[in-house]
């Protein structure tokens, strides 16, 4: 199986490890990820006000060239997960939306949302199977105990992103199970940690990752897993996290399958 | 029409939300992780839009407080999406010359070695135009 694959601006960068470790365990699980030509940062936030056009043009370019690939389009980062899952539903089903970005962009076929949008994570679940991926696991991570923070974007909003159940997600959970580890279900796993406040406010983000660090010590972490690199940037700024450090979920996977030290970047 | 009025019309409008559609349940202030922090609380804001008057949403510290954590649209009962309209009035604002609430020049001494270029991005496209 070949996914077209978004890495997004960061993954480039101050998150090169979520984007290694991901490649070298698609590679082992059996599905190749093929980065896309020439995509463009998607913004990071999705461009709410029903007038923008232009601020969703990236996605709609990424989107595209997935489809004439005819491939699924991947992501990894939460942020890129989130525009470009809610832009191709905007074009899906936002006429207005859909009709003024197409003329703009003037393809050879206007693009209407065919793409289906999918996170590496719902690929483990839905596609690999978490039963098959406990098989695959040579490492296990037996005796962690491993909490989920799984934040806002990826979740919310629900009926659109069709991630997990907004409320109670569980796909994080199963995965640290079938990498061997015990999940660590705590309150606080769904709850923003500030997001793009903590470039200007920083003391307000920290309270906020204060709290959730406070509640997943309290229930008995070791170790927390994001899918997203400002949440795990405006994590590790707490004190919280150096009693509970804080890893991308591709990282723990790579060293369960075994591949973590020979890609280590 | 009245300036405020047709601004609260924009709103609206940019918002693609029916603030008339609130029943004031409260459910998306009770959900706002930056409550404490807003003057005017998201179930405040929805009647403000309601009630024609932006030029206190237009000064309200709020519209930079919202984490666009999508809580309070996704517990809504109503649909209304308070997060779009504070979004919104935001829109209004940074759509004006000289309303950024991010300068260029204020980034270099925001930096650390581990600050994200997500960081960057999101912050740049919430705080400006």
Not at chain 1, 2 to 7: G, I, V
Not at chain 1, 190 to 209: A, P, Q, V
């Amino acid at each position: 199986m070949k996914y077209s694959y978004y890495p997004g601006c960061t993954l480039k960068n101050k998150a090169k490890d979520l984007d290694v470790y991901a490649r070298a365990c698609a590679e082992k699980l059996g599905f190749e990820l093929e980065e896309i030509s020439e995509w463009q940062c998607c913004g990071g936030v999705y461009p709410l006000g029903s007038d923008e056009i232009a601020t969703k043009l990236a996605s709609v370019r990424a989107l595209n060239e997935a489809k004439e690939k005819g491939q699924d389009l991947l992501t990894l980062c939460s942020a890129c997960h989130h525009v470009l899952k809610r832009v191709n539903d905007d074009m899906k089903h936002v006429e207005d939306i859909r009709t003024r970005a197409n003329n703009y962009m003037q393809l050879a076929e206007p693009y209407q949302g065919e793409t289906k949008v999918v996170h590496y994570l719902e690929v483990l679940r839905d596609v690999v199977g978490f039963d098959a991926l406990r098989e695959k696991v040579t490492h296990p991570l037996t005796g962690k105990k491993i909490g989920a923070y799984y934040g806002c974007l990826v979740l919310r909003p629900g009926k659109i992103l069709e991630f997990d159940d907004p409320e109670n997600p569980s796909v994080m959970e199963d995965f640290i199970r079938a990498l061997g580890a015990e999940p660590v279900v705590y309150p606080y796993r769904n709850e923003c940690c500030g997001g793009y406040i903590s470039l200007k406010e920083k003391e307000l983000s920290r309270t906020m990752t204060d709290r959730i660090l406070e509640s997943a010590s309290g229930f008995g972490a070791d170790m927390l897993i994001t899918a997203c690199p400002l949440c795990r940037y405006n994590l590790n700024k707490s004190a919280g996290s150096e009693a509970v450090p804080v890893y991308y979920f591709t990282e723990l996977l790579a060293e369960a399958l075994g591949v973590k030290e020979e890609v280590s970047p | 029409m009245t300036k405020a009025e047709k601004q609260a019309e924009l709103i609206r409008e940019i918002s693609g939300t029916d603030p008339y559609k609130c029943m004031k349940c409260g459910k998306c202030s009770a959900s706002c992780p930056s409550f404490d922090e807003m003057d005017i609380k998201p179930h405040q804001f929805v009647s403000y839009v309601l009630h024609d008057e932006v030029e206190a949403l237009a000064e309200s510290k709020s519209l930079w407080k919202c984490l666009s954590c999508f809580a309070c649209v996704e517990r809504c009962p109503r649909d209304v999406k308070p997060g779009k309209l504070i979004d919104a009035a935001r829109q209004l604002v940074v759509r004006q010359r000289g309303q950024d609430y991010l300068k260029a020049d204020e980034i270099p001494q925001l930096l650390d070695p581990d600050l994200p270029q997500q960081l960057l991005v999101s912050a740049y496209r919430r705080y400006r135009r």
